[in-house]
C-alpha cells in the first residue's frame, strides 16, 4: 500500500453509474481504499477525476473491474446501452 495521494481521470459512458460503482466499493469490506470523485464533466464523453488518500494498484484495478461488472449487469437487466 502506498501512503500517497493518488488522483486519476477516468473517460465513462455514464457518470451515475460510476457514482455508484465508487459508493459500492468504498462500502465493501475488503477494499482498502475509499475513493472519491472530486470532478465531473458531463459532454459527449463523460469524464471524472477520483482521487484517494492512500493506494494500490490492485485496488484500481478492483474499482475498474467494479465499474465493468455493473455495466455489464445493468446493460442484462436493460437499464443500460451503450
Not at 18 to 36: G, I, R
Not at 46 to 64: C, H, M, P
Request: proline letters at 1%; zero cysteines.
Amino acid at each position: 500500500m502506498i501512503n500517497k495521494k493518488l488522483e486519476f481521470k477516468v473517460l465513462v459512458m455514464d457518470l451515475d453509474i460510476l457514482e455508484k460503482a465508487v459508493e459500492m466499493y468504498n462500502l465493501d469490506p475488503t477494499s482498502n481504499v475509499k475513493f472519491q470523485i472530486i470532478n465531473e464533466i458531463e459532454d459527449s464523453l463523460n469524464s471524472a477525476t477520483i482521487q484517494s488518500d492512500k493506494y494500490n494498484i490492485e485496488e484500481v484495478f478492483r474499482l475498474g473491474y467494479r465499474l465493468a461488472d455493473l455495466e455489464n449487469y445493468l446493460q442484462n437487466k436493460g437499464e443500460f446501452d451503450w
